[in-house]
């Protein structure tokens, strides 16, 4: 069992700045990639940007030269540093993380936090 939680999220006026961050926990063996999505009301979930195990990243084409994702993996976190933010930018921003754990037997699994609001004010 693992669980993702979020925190950062906020209300920001155009052209500030927000950190999120991604704790996760549980019986984690290993943690391969991790990414952000986000999602808006009557829309898909889309990929942000996303960091492996090996640290390479992939930004979607509206994060790239904004947004900068990160790990601390002695923490199990995941990190998203986004700079010059634009009101497109607001959304729900969803944690993922592709996990290995044992809980009772050893599972790969695709986890998902409950995401945090990010608001940006014109």
Not at 46 to 71: E, H, M, N, Q
């Amino acid at each position: 069992q693992v669980q993702l939680v979020e925190s950062g999220g906020g209300l920001v006026q155009a052209g500030g700045s927000l950190r999120l961050s991604c704790a996760a926990s549980g019986s984690i063996v290993r943690i391969n990639a991790m990414a952000w999505y986000r999602q808006t009301p009557g829309k898909q979930r889309d990929l942000v940007a996303r960091i492996g195990s090996g640290d390479s990243t992939i930004y979607a084409d509206s994060a790239k030269g904004r947004f900068t994702i990160s790990r601390d993996n002695a923490e199990n976190t995941v990190h998203l540093q986004m700079r010059s933010l634009k009101p497109e930018d607001t959304a729900v921003y969803y944690c993922n993380a592709h996990v290995t754990s044992y809980f009772r037997t050893i599972d790969t699994n695709d986890y998902w936090g409950q995401g945090t609001q990010v608001t940006v004010s014109s």
